[in-house]
């Protein structure tokens, strides 16, 4: 009796590790805003160089139903005036304060591009070939591009970091800049939403991590 015991407790401490190194690991996601301002001066997301899809995709990112993903980080890099590029990063282990709604993700930002702090949130001057160079050190980086290699058919390595474009797409320049440091990646045909994207990302990470546990 005292070595089943024993046995189970042992493969209880094991699962249990697993699991512990799964909540390690990061998952990352670059978004690439061309319009997105660099300062306080707007009145609503859309009209602020299309912000409010920045806030989808962060949204996209960082949330589940009742929670929020806490090994999640989102980038976006504002390119627009008056003083481009700015990096934004929201860190899922630290944001507090938030909820999902639109309104209160306007306030956030305006908060924080009129240079005000929030918990779980950075700006910083970074440009997006800096911050590429940077992930590219520790983690495999995949761009998202219709014309990529079929996810299913590929091999998503520990740490991963996603790189998408807004609502006109990557740059062709900054595409191919970031193809030096990593390998194009497709969720198939169909040109889906940014947001969206991530959404689909999260699901087939979160399902990845379901079929190794198991």
Not at 27 to 43: C, K, P, Q, V
Not at 111 to 135: D, R, T
Request: glycine fraction near 6%; charged fraction near 25%; charge should be positive.
């Amino acid at each position: 009796m005292e070595k089943e015991s024993g046995y189970n407790l042992y493969i209880f401490i094991c699962s249990n590790l697993v699991e512990f190194d799964w909540l390690k690991l990061l998952n990352e996601f670059i978004l690439y805003s061309r319009l997105g301002r660099t300062d306080a001066n707007w009145t609503n997301l859309h009209d602020a160089g299309r912000l409010d899809i920045v806030y989808e995709c962060a949204v996209a990112s960082l949330f589940l139903s009742h929670a929020i993903r806490k090994n999640v980080i989102f980038h976006a890099i504002l390119n627009s005036p008056p003083n481009p590029p700015l990096h934004l990063k929201i860190e899922g282990a630290t944001l507090h304060d938030v909820r999902t709604d639109q309104e209160t993700w306007r306030k956030i930002l305006k908060k924080v591009l009129a240079g005000k702090a929030h918990p779980g949130i950075s700006l910083s001057k970074k440009s997006f070939e800096a911050l590429i160079k940077a992930k590219a050190e520790t983690s495999k980086i995949y761009v998202l591009e219709e014309g990529g290699k079929d996810i299913s058919e590929t091999r998503i390595g520990e740490n991963p970091v996603f790189v998408l474009g807004d609502h006109v797409g990557l740059p062709k320049k900054v595409e191919a800049f970031t193809l030096r440091y990593g390998e194009k990646v497709s969720l198939g045909k169909k040109p889906y939403l940014a947001a969206s994207c991530i959404t689909i990302l999260n699901y087939l990470l979160d399902r990845q991590k379901i079929n190794i546990q198991t």
